[in-house]
């Protein structure tokens, strides 16, 4: 899978470990014997056995402790991914700078990418915790930033299964899109979760708009190798009653293209996000639920969305 070179009395390691997520294939290439794919757990369920033969790679991460910029970018912005704010810097051929830090503030990765994001090197700091926070988060970015122009955007979104069909339940932190999706697991027999964070969600090839599990789900461990025609989207905020609507076009718009994960700052990437929720609205229905914790929004929301009872 790679191989092996002493530099400065050090082994040094060339190791690619490829991934398929959403029907793209990604490489993670390890350069030193201190990172391995075990920093990974969460992405083992979509690796793969061997490099894939006439497949495009949605990029190559290269992961090389060794490594330092030449300079630092000018500061344009903090990106909030999971409630941590990592620091973006453009550098002046277009390429970025991304400082990850860690829940406590403390940096645990640098990144620094081509413009396009099909090709990056990070380095990490710190123990395995801090490394896996930052590899993690670096792959989650990669992954929505390169995808973006190839209609693909991960979505911060809580996701169930029905009958083969998606259904994504929206809204800002504190909304209660896990408690909604785990009252559909309770009240809706055949119903399974998808993942509870960050799903990709595509219009693939042929057309179809699609979800897919992913390697990042939050504080949710639901890492899972699955796929579904998207039956629905589901804007939920709380209320004393239960009361369920479909949305217009333009509402629709503008609650799903800012539960996107975005570089708000790159034209390319802000342009592909949005021509790709354009395409979702064109098929897919969104509705906004008012909504109290319990079986009777569930079975509201499952009845708008399926069209059954």
């Given at each position: 899978?790679?191989?092996?070179?002493?530099?400065?009395?050090?082994m040094e390691?060339d190791k690619?470990?490829?991934?398929?997520v959403g029907?793209?294939?990604?490489?993670?290439?390890?350069?030193?014997?201190?990172n391995t794919?075990i920093?990974?757990?969460s992405?083992?369920?979509?690796?793969?056995?061997?490099?894939?033969?006439d497949?495009?790679?949605?990029?190559?991460?290269?992961?090389?402790?060794?490594w330092?910029?030449?300079?630092?970018?000018?500061?344009i912005?903090?990106f909030?991914c999971g409630?941590?704010?990592?620091?973006?810097?453009?550098?002046?051929?277009?390429?970025y700078?991304?400082v990850?830090?860690?829940v406590s503030?403390?940096?645990?990765c640098?990144?620094?990418s081509?413009?396009?994001?099909?090709?990056a090197?990070?380095c990490?700091n710190?123990?395995?915790?801090?490394?896996?926070?930052?590899?993690?988060?670096?792959?989650?970015?990669?992954?929505?930033f390169?995808?973006?122009?190839?209609?693909?955007?991960l979505?911060h979104?809580?996701?169930?299964?029905?009958?083969?069909?998606g259904?994504?339940c929206?809204?800002v932190?504190?909304t209660g899109?896990?408690?909604?999706?785990?009252n559909?697991?309770?009240?809706?027999?055949?119903?399974?979760?998808?993942?509870?964070d960050?799903p990709?969600?595509?219009?693939?090839d042929?057309g179809?708009a699609?979800v897919?599990?992913?390697?990042?789900?939050g504080?949710?461990?639901?890492?899972?190798?699955?796929?579904?025609?998207?039956?629905?989207?589901?804007?939920?905020k709380?209320?004393p009653?239960?009361?369920?609507?479909?949305?217009?076009?333009?509402?629709?718009?503008a609650?799903?293209l800012p539960?996107?994960s975005?570089?708000?700052?790159d034209?390319?990437?802000?342009?592909?996000?949005s021509?790709?929720v354009?395409?979702?609205?064109?098929?897919?229905?969104?509705?906004?639920l008012?909504n109290?914790?319990?079986e009777?929004?569930?079975r509201?929301?499952y009845?708008?969305?399926?069209?059954?009872?």
């Amino acid at each position: 899978m790679g191989e092996s070179r002493v530099e400065g009395g050090m082994m040094e390691q060339d190791k690619r470990v490829y991934y398929r997520v959403g029907r793209h294939v990604y490489c993670v290439n390890f350069c030193d014997e201190r990172n391995t794919e075990i920093l990974l757990p969460s992405s083992e369920p979509f690796r793969l056995d061997e490099m894939p033969q006439d497949e495009p790679l949605l990029f190559e991460l290269k992961v090389d402790d060794a490594w330092r910029p030449v300079q630092k970018g000018k500061e344009i912005g903090q990106f909030d991914c999971g409630g941590n704010n990592h620091g973006v810097y453009l550098q002046e051929d277009g390429g970025y700078q991304i400082v990850v830090s860690d829940v406590s503030g403390r940096q645990c990765c640098l990144i620094q990418s081509i413009a396009d994001f099909s090709s990056a090197t990070v380095c990490l700091n710190g123990n395995n915790v801090m490394r896996n926070f930052g590899l993690n988060n670096a792959l989650m970015m990669m992954y929505a930033f390169a995808g973006a122009d190839k209609m693909t955007v991960l979505m911060h979104a809580s996701v169930v299964r029905k009958d083969g069909e998606g259904y994504l339940c929206l809204g800002v932190s504190g909304t209660g899109k896990s408690t909604h999706t785990q009252n559909w697991l309770k009240y809706i027999p055949g119903t399974d979760l998808m993942n509870d964070d960050n799903p990709v969600v595509r219009v693939c090839d042929d057309g179809v708009a699609r979800v897919f599990g992913s390697p990042w789900s939050g504080k949710t461990p639901c890492y899972r190798n699955v796929e579904a025609r998207i039956g629905g989207f589901l804007q939920l905020k709380q209320a004393p009653y239960n009361q369920i609507r479909r949305m217009s076009v333009v509402e629709g718009y503008a609650s799903l293209l800012p539960s996107c994960s975005v570089m708000k700052w790159d034209r390319r990437d802000y342009v592909g996000a949005s021509d790709t929720v354009s395409k979702l609205l064109e098929q897919v229905p969104v509705y906004f639920l008012e909504n109290l914790p319990n079986e009777e929004a569930v079975r509201m929301s499952y009845e708008a969305m399926t069209g059954k009872e």
